[in-house]
């Protein structure tokens, strides 16, 4: 079995879907550069790359809310991955369960988790 390359293309990072595992919930989307994905597979632990603050991030590092990564997978184009994902907690800084918390429409349609407040200090 022939390890897949991943394509981080011209900016050196690829979109990470992040899926509950057990339930197939999608969570989040975020990026993720070559380190932040070797230091995934070295820990077991969902890491990312913030562009806005232009640095390597491990979920939960701050708000106890991490990622177990049970599996990575890779897409046809093999440019964008898939963690299914053990979530602690609320994925979404907002405190909700899932990013995906609202609809187009503003329909409220997500779990909130926690308070971001007490967290985030």
Known sequence: MDEI????GEDGLVPAVAQDAETGEVLMLAYVSPEALER?????RAHYYSRSREELWEKGATSGHTQDVAEIRVDCDADTL??????????????????????VEGEHVGEQ???PDAVYE
């Open 40 to 44: 995934t597979r070295e820990t077991g």
């Open 113 to 115: 988790v926690f308070d």
């Open 82 to 103: 898939l963690y299914l994902v053990d979530q602690e907690g609320g994925a979404c800084h907002t405190g909700h369960r899932s990013c995906f918390y609202r609809t």
């Open 5 to 8: 390359a991943v394509d981080f």
